[in-house]
C-alpha cells in the first residue's frame, strides 16, 4: 500500500504534519480498521496437534497477525468457540469440554 495516497484525505485537517508522521498514523488507522471490520479473513493451513498442548503456533503471512479465530475443527468435528475468559475458566477447572474450545 502506498501511503501517500490518502494524503489529500488527511493534510485539510492537518497542514503541515510532517510526512513520516502522516504515514505512521494513516498506516495505524488502516490497521485498526482491518481489526475492527474483520475485512480480511483467510483460513489458516491445519495445525497438528499432540492432544496435550492448550497452545499451538500459527502460520501467519509475513507482517500478518492473527486477531479473532472464527472455527475451529478436529478431524472434521466443528467445536464450539468461548471468550479468552471462559476459556481460562474452563482450563483451571479442568472441565473443558469436547465440544468447547
Not at 510532517?18 to 488507522?29: A, C, F, K, M, V
Not at 475443527?73 to 476459556?87: F, P
Amino acid at each position: 500500500m502506498i501511503w501517500s495516497d490518502f494524503y489529500s484525505w488527511v493534510l485539510p485537517s492537518v497542514q503541515g504534519c510532517p510526512n513520516p508522521t502522516l504515514d505512521l498514523h494513516i498506516r495505524q488507522s488502516a490497521i485498526e480498521f482491518c481489526r475492527r471490520t474483520l475485512c480480511w479473513v483467510r483460513t489458516l493451513d491445519p495445525v497438528e496437534a499432540n492432544g496435550m498442548d492448550i497452545r499451538f503456533d500459527l502460520d501467519l503471512l509475513s507482517q500478518t497477525q492473527a486477531v479473532k479465530l472464527m472455527a475451529v475443527a478436529v478431524n472434521g468435528l466443528e467445536y464450539l468457540l468461548v471468550d479468552t475468559q471462559r476459556g481460562l475458566q474452563l482450563v483451571r477447572q479442568g472441565t473443558c469440554t469436547a465440544r468447547e474450545i
